[in-house]
């Protein structure tokens, strides 16, 4: 996300260079950079040396299902995500600035707090004696309750809650950009509201997208509570798959080389968007 | 007389206990350049608003044809609008924002095309059709989004303040091109602007407006030569007003005393003042000779300071009673250079080119 800090005016850098750097990058490279090198060299070398813990992934059936799960998951909340949180971008954007403060400071305050506290909340309202069953049982909507909890629904549902602030806050600062007059010239040139949501608001809150989209698919594709509470063990997802290898199996080298694939998987989709969406920006000037 | 094109009936618009518009009424011919002119807040973008569904008017009603608009939302009008910001979409190219309006209108390839040509060469941008407005200028963007505005052939071109944000020389080069656009494509506009020149040089008509309502509607010349309050008088061109106290009146002629004494008789009135009313009587600082002609009354002043302008001297005079006044005497060089030393001296006016107005 912060690829742009690099490019900070001369000013801005140390005074002598490097020098003035070390410590920070002594850290950087003693927690981040041994970690990922060492995990790359678990996942090549436990329990001997090979390739064998890539293909044992790649080719078991099991763990297929589960690298499917996740990207279907990691999709399908981010898909919902974005639908979800479009409208409340929107109208955080055009609110009168005062209302708007204390809507976004609801949002912030929900993603204060705790993830545990609220996945569990969220068991109590799915569950099939839960709140929701319950109250469309009694308005007569349903007759049986719905499955809402250990299936791709309840994971759907809970993520979709986590990540919306996410989502949310780049889209805002997109949406913002956009000069109000932009969509009421869209209209006098014809556009009904359809049109000029299609054709100009969307186009235009893309870079918004993206950016929000990247976080929550990256932040799903590894995600560990809410899968694991939520979704049951069916519907098991690469995180708790690494948890189960390395916690129940001690298998370390099979858990290492499922957190090198989700990290290249991760850093693949980072470079594709600062393509698409630098690409987007010396054409488009957006 | 025949249906007007569009007219504005009795249009009020009230943003709670304030009155941003008081029962604006005008009738607007096809094909006619209007100007809502006046200072901010005085009522003219709202109206525009009213007119392009922006805003829906508290009472009243915008007429097309004879037929309303009030219940057409804004898409649907069929208007055309350049606005004061920039409002190009800025992901689209230049041909596909000109393209636009008739997409959304579902028009066939082939015409969308031919008429984008059309509209880029009426605005000079033939060669710009695939740049993005970003990398436009102010005033190639302005074009652009006149361009898009006109691809429809709307009957009414709305502009809102649409040279504003520009310099000045761009201004007077857009001003030359809407003018051009106006004549080639007999588009009825109505035009907002709070810049006099701007009304001036451009439009057929202008509306002068003040707190809500039309102070004076005319061509720039009668607002000019004949303003119907000291407002426009002082909105309009340049002006000084001398304290003057009214003596009589008789056939419309009345007769002045000026705060220094000097009684002035033949000045041209159109309104009723008492014997002894407080009045300000405006003179136009062009208004003023350096020599006497017949029928012009004097005045005594010392001059204290002239600028050069090139066409004409400005000199600030101050008068007996010691109000600074603008002079902008058309006259000669040679007159003009004899003439303005710092010095006390007698300037004359023609009273009937004076106009009184209550104080």
Redesign the interface.
């Known amino acids: 996300m912060s690829g742009n800090l690099l490019h900070r005016p001369p000013i801005l850098r140390g005074p002598d260079g490097i020098g003035g750097a070390l410590p920070a990058l002594i850290l950087i490279i003693l927690f981040f950079v041994v970690p990922v090198v060492a995990l790359l060299l678990r996942s090549v070398t436990e329990p001997v040396p090979g390739l064998q813990n890539y293909a044992t992934l790649f080719g078991h059936g099991t763990y297929a299902r589960v690298f499917f799960n996740t990207f279907l998951v990691a999709t399908v909340v981010t898909a919902v995500t974005v639908i979800v949180a479009f409208p409340v971008a929107w109208m955080l954007a055009i609110m009168p600035p005062a209302l708007g403060s204390i809507v976004f400071g609801i949002i912030i305050l929900s993603m204060w707090t705790n993830l545990l506290t609220r996945t569990y909340a969220w068991m109590v309202l799915l569950q099939r004696t839960g709140v929701i069953n319950r109250t469309l049982m009694d308005i007569g909507l349903i007759s049986e309750p719905l499955p809402l909890i250990n299936n791709l629904t309840g994971v759907t549902i809970g993520m979709v809650y986590i990540m919306l602030p996410f989502m949310i806050l780049p889209l805002v600062g997109t949406l913002c950009a956009i000069d109000p007059m932009t969509l009421r010239a869209a209209a006098l040139c014809g556009a009904s509201p359809f049109d000029a949501f299609r054709r100009i608001l969307l186009p235009l809150s893309l870079p918004g997208i993206a950016a929000g989209g990247l976080m929550v698919f990256v932040m799903s594709l590894g995600y560990f509570v809410t899968p694991t509470l939520l979704g049951g063990t069916s519907n098991m997802m690469l995180a708790g798959m690494i948890a189960q290898m390395i916690q129940s199996l001690l298998n370390w080298g099979l858990g290492s080389a499922a957190a090198f694939i989700l990290l290249l998987v991760t850093m693949a989709l980072y470079a594709l968007q600062l393509r698409l969406v630098g690409a987007k920006r010396m054409t488009g000037g957006i | 007389m025949t249906e007007p094109f569009l007219s504005i009936r009795d249009l009020r618009k009230a943003f709670g206990s304030f009155v941003a518009v008081h029962d604006v009424t005008i009738d607007i011919p096809k094909g006619e350049f209007l100007t809502f002119l006046g200072p901010s807040g005085s009522g003219k973008s709202t109206t525009l608003y009213a007119i392009?569904?922006?805003q829906h008017p508290t009472s009243g009603d915008v007429l097309l044809e004879g037929r309303s608009l009030l219940s057409v939302?804004?898409?649907?009008?069929?208007?055309?609008?350049v606005?004061q910001?920039y409002?190009l979409?800025?992901?689209l190219t230049v041909a596909e924002n000109v393209a636009?309006?008739l997409?959304?209108?579902r028009r066939p390839d082939a015409e969308v095309k031919r008429k984008v040509a059309e509209m880029l060469s009426l605005v000079r941008l033939e060669s710009f059709g695939t740049r993005?407005?970003?990398?436009l200028s102010g005033g190639q963007q302005q074009r652009v989004?006149l361009a898009?505005?006109l691809a429809?052939d709307p009957p009414i071109l709305l502009m809102d303040e649409p040279l504003s944000a520009l310099d000045k020389k761009l201004r007077e080069e857009i001003q030359a091109e809407i003018r051009r656009i106006h004549r080639e494509t007999g588009v009825t506009i109505l035009y907002v602007t709070h810049d006099q020149d701007e009304a001036l040089h451009l439009s057929d008509h202008i509306a002068l407006f003040r707190d809500g309502r039309i102070e004076q509607i005319g061509t720039g010349e009668d607002l000019y030569l004949r303003p119907a309050s000291e407002f426009v008088a002082s909105f309009i061109g340049n002006s000084n007003f001398l304290p003057a106290e009214h003596l009589e009146t008789v056939n419309g002629s009345a007769t002045i005393r000026l705060a220094d004494g000097s009684v002035v008789s033949g000045v041209r009135i159109d309104q009723d003042f008492s014997h002894g009313q407080k009045t300000r009587l405006m003179v136009r600082p062009e208004a003023f000779r350096l020599r006497p002609g017949p029928a012009t009354a004097g005045l005594a002043v010392e001059f204290i300071d002239t600028a050069f302008f090139g066409e004409r001297r400005r000199v600030i005079a101050r008068t007996a009673a010691g109000q600074e006044i603008d002079v902008r005497p058309t006259s000669d060089m040679a007159e003009a250079q004899e003439g303005i030393a710092p010095s006390r001296q007698q300037i004359f006016f023609d009273p009937a080119a004076a106009f009184l107005f209550p104080a």
Not at chain 2, 132 to 135: D, H, K, S, V
């Open positions: 392009a569904g922006f939302p804004s898409h649907k009008r069929n208007i055309g609008m606005f910001r409002t979409f800025q992901h636009f309006p997409r959304v209108r993005y407005p970003g990398a989004a898009r505005a429809y």
